[in-house]
């Protein structure tokens, strides 16, 4: 069975950073993807961004663009989630969601925000960032 295993989230000044980290453990091989999904309360679960594990492949959400950066480990099957310039809207609870390579598709459509009901195989507990102002 493949587990996921989020951690990294704390509590940051507004303008400050954080990593989180997705380890993976599970997979056959390299074809999977990973994305980073945020739960604020009271709102829906949005997307925040993904990569194709295999081939590098990355997609961000429009609100995290140029602030956040997505990364992955392949020898230690982590995936990292670099949040720079943290504003209070980015308060949320992170989850990192994993799926095969033939899902990549549905996962960049998450991401951008053409599917805000993400369904993916496997998900990690989620890891709170709180940003105060």
């Known amino acids: 069975d493949v587990q996921l295993q989020a951690f990294g989230g704390g509590l940051v000044h507004a303008g400050g950073s954080l990593t989180l980290s997705c380890a993976a453990s599970?997979?056959?091989?390299?074809?999977?993807?990973i994305g980073w999904f945020r739960q604020a309360p009271g709102k829906e679960r949005e997307g925040v961004s993904c990569?194709?594990?295999?081939?590098?492949?990355?997609y961000y959400a429009d609100s995290v663009k140029g602030r956040f950066t997505i990364s992955s480990d392949n020898a230690k099957n982590t995936v990292y989630l670099q949040m720079n310039s943290l504003q209070p809207e980015d308060t949320a609870v992170y989850y990192c969601?994993?799926?095969?390579?033939?899902?990549?598709?549905?996962?960049?459509?998450?991401?951008?925000?053409?599917?805000?009901?993400?369904?993916?195989?496997?998900w990690g507990r989620g890891t709170l960032v709180t940003v105060s102002s």
């Open positions: 599970g997979f056959a091989s390299d074809n999977y993807a």
């Open positions: 990569i194709s594990v295999s081939d590098g492949i990355i």
């Open positions: 969601a994993a799926d095969g390579q033939n899902r990549f598709a549905s996962m960049m459509a998450a991401v951008l925000g053409y599917d805000t009901t993400p369904h993916f195989a496997s």
